[in-house]
DNA sequence: CGTATGCTTGAATCACGTCAACTGATGTGG
DNA sequence: CCACATCAGTTGACGTGATTCAAGCATACG
């Protein structure tokens, strides 16, 4: 299930979110990282309801949290987290989990043991109130998703979910890139979105016509950027990414 | 737009969320709350992108997260806060606002100064941890309305709605009550279900008639509970109200 | 090989949205 | 006081976006 690696073999990459981690703050924060996981896709790394002694940094794939449906044959996606986003940073206050934390590609990650996090934050308040501020991210995020997911048609919910793919990747890579391999499955869409795979299917093939972007193979292309955002009503003020004009 | 009152006038509760600041934190806090405002209803208290420097207290009242629509011609509600929950306290760290806030009912609320609250903050990593704590439970809350809004249908979605407004505005008042005056129209039903006005008239009568709950006039009346949590797969667990097993 | 998983498409159905008309309550100004 | 406007709620008729059920087709894998 998990594949445990040597210290010194983690790659510590200062891209995506943690960038918001000043450069002295992440040198306290590095040595923590002392232990590598590796989880293969569709693999659930916590589950809900359990209480948490440590978080996740992640160094590579892509990983959903979860929650359960009432009829529980599937599930609904309520965020996606990339390289460089602290997954489960908000159990180290809260403790409890209330969604299950799923790989959804093969996924590798960095752990942080609270203990050790609540030595370096107990005498760091600014470095302590920046990582409140990335789980402050995160809430913004879910509300842009409750939104999203409420407020939006099929056609124009994709097309924003896929801007914001686009948006948050480019932001972990630091290259913008006209297509990705991400891996997922028209079912993690429709999960993330609220709608059918069927109905994804046939949404897809009309961003595909349109000429907004076109998935296949787990690879998304990119084929027109501001189309795709004018279609979705993109507007990645609510990411708070690194280096854009809203600071943290 | 806004009534200014005494310092001395400030009814200090604690009630609902701010229950879990504990008593002597919760003494070095008060002090803080220097202010008092009141706003009708349906007015904008604060504005999506503005800096904020001070967060509110809310005393009375039902004020809603808003989030403007692609078509501007409505509004989704992202969130929505009863007397005893911090409201914007996320704006602390943030700063930045990524959604309006809105007085959905007549509200009174108190300020807190962020650099007041700073000052206090600075030296007491404990509750600063609480506070960090009260947020991440509005995120918990985003998360379920995401999937809410996203995972149920109609009927299900405004009777697991109902429940959640039931169970905080319990935990608020600190008494089990069969009816409240809540005041909300319809339409902010809609606005924070996802769904048409229209259609939300129907599934209310569709409640009603299923001896769920009634609500008219702004009244909401609680007929059968449990048979209520039934209809909605209602679990509270994701609310982390004060005095329920799962500790902050 | 056979079986599983993901993608694609069609046809039928349904939940929900849209448009519109009507009611009742409240409020405002002449 | 009445005329008029406004807003929340209610209901009907109709249209459509989305789900459901189903079949077919790939590719991957033990």
Redesign the pocket.
């Known amino acids: 299930m998990s594949d445990t690696g040597h210290p010194h073999r983690i790659q510590l990459i200062r891209q995506g979110m943690v960038k918001h981690v000043a450069p002295h703050h992440w040198e306290e924060l590095t040595p923590l990282l002392q232990e590598q996981r590796t989880y293969p ?2 693999t659930v790394i916590s589950t809900r309801g359990s209480t948490l002694d440590h978080s996740l940094l992640l160094l590579d794939g892509i990983v959903a949290r979860s929650i359960p449906r009432p009829d529980n044959e599937r599930s609904t996606f309520v965020a996606l987290q990339f390289r460089g986003d602290f997954v489960d940073l908000h159990a180290f206050p809260l403790k409890q989990l209330d969604h299950d934390v799923v790989a959804v590609t093969p996924s590798t990650v960095a752990v942080v043991q609270h203990d050790a996090l609540k030595k370096v934050l107990d005498g760091n308040i600014e470095m302590s109130r920046t990582l409140w501020s990335l789980t402050l991210v995160d809430a913004s995020i879910h509300r842009h998703w409750a939104m999203r997911n409420s407020a ?4 124009a ?1 994709v097309a924003n979910f896929f801007s914001e793919i686009d948006a948050r990747l480019c932001a972990a890579t630091e290259t913008y890139q006209d297509s990705y391999t991400i891996g ?7 999960d993330a979105t ?12 009309d961003l595909r016509e349109d000429g907004c972007c076109s ?4 690879h998304l292309q990119i084929i027109d950027r501001d189309r795709l955002h004018m279609r979705g009503d993109f507007d990645p003020a609510y990411l708070y990414l690194p280096g854009s004009e809203a600071p943290l």
């Open positions: 896709s569709n939006m048609r099929g056609f919910r997922i499955t028209q079912t993690d869409i429709a609220g709608m059918t795979p069927v109905h994804v299917n046939r949404v897809l093939k998935i296949s193979n787990g």
